[in-house]
């Protein structure tokens, strides 16, 4: 079925900036909604950002205007823009596709990449 792959994860210094891409293989059905959530060391997963067919985009209120969803179609692609990251931001981040497929509403899932924001 669709697969997701995370990369762009790594170490940044507070005020630096990471982009997270998520490849997706396989998925050429109609997309209902793209995610990125993340969780923070011992906290419950959170969402961070949203985007759904149209272009309409959500926000978690900790990261509004500091990130930017996105979707390239062309290359299936998905992407989580930071910008001025604070240590706050450091936790595992999860690329989450939400289509559409025989009528049906499927999730697939990217394997989570480590985001640390730290001097």
């Known amino acids: 079925q669709v697969q997701l792959v995370e990369s762009g994860g790594g170490l940044v210094q507070p005020g630096g900036s990471l982009t997270l891409s998520c490849a997706a293989s396989?998925?050429?059905?109609?997309?209902?909604?793209v995610n990125w959530y993340r969780q923070a060391p011992g906290e419950e997963r959170e969402l961070v950002a949203s985007?759904?067919?149209?272009?309409?985009?959500n926000y978690a209120d900790s990261v509004k205007g500091r990130f930017t969803i996105s979707r390239d179609n062309a290359k299936n692609t998905q992407y989580l823009q930071m910008n001025s990251l604070k240590p706050e931001d450091t936790g595992v981040y999860y690329c989450?596709?939400?289509?559409?497929?025989?009528?049906?509403?499927?999730?697939?899932w990217g394997q989570g990449t480590q985001v640390t924001v730290s001097w």
């Open positions: 396989g998925l050429t059905f109609s997309i209902n909604a």
């Open positions: 989450n596709v939400q289509y559409w497929r025989w009528g049906g509403l499927i999730d697939a």
């Open positions: 985007i759904i067919t149209g272009g309409g985009t």
